[in-house]
């Protein structure tokens, strides 16, 4: 009787760890990226297809808003960051840098220990994609 109940539950157990170690370990991924970087004085921004303007606007955005972060807290970066933008909503979701789930809310992220931000373009050029990349360094 014991070693059944034992039987029982070791059963479970082993199907409940092989579930959960399942669980969120793929993310869908409906396309191939073909990654590009493209080097300024103080970043890599690594771009897909078709992403060579967005990357050169990234790439001024970027400098002209770690020269205002400098200036004002008179501090200088001591590395490179790494910035990788997305095209779109849709691409940015599918990406694996992360592994977490990544919602429609979410529009870029940073990672400190690895020194690099992940953004997605919202389709605009406007001053509103400065100041979101000067939030993201500020945090």
Do not use: C, P
């Amino acid at each position: 009787m014991i070693k059944s109940i034992i039987k029982i539950i070791a059963l479970i157990l082993l199907v409940q760890i092989s579930l959960f170690a399942q669980f969120g370990k793929n993310k869908v991924q409906y396309k191939y990226f073909d990654w590009y970087y493209i080097q300024t004085k103080h970043f890599d921004i690594y771009f897909n297809n078709n992403g060579e303007t967005l990357a050169e606007f990234t790439a001024h955005a970027s400098e002209d808003a770690l020269l205002k972060i400098q200036e004002s807290f008179k501090y200088s970066i001591n590395n490179r960051i790494t910035l990788i933008v997305y095209n779109s909503q849709n691409d940015f979701q599918e990406t694996n840098v992360t592994d977490f789930y990544l919602s429609e809310g979410i529009e870029g992220f940073t990672e400190l220990f690895k020194n690099r931000v992940v953004v997605q373009f919202h389709g605009s050029y406007n001053n509103s994609a400065t100041l979101y990349i000067t939030s993201l360094f500020t945090r």
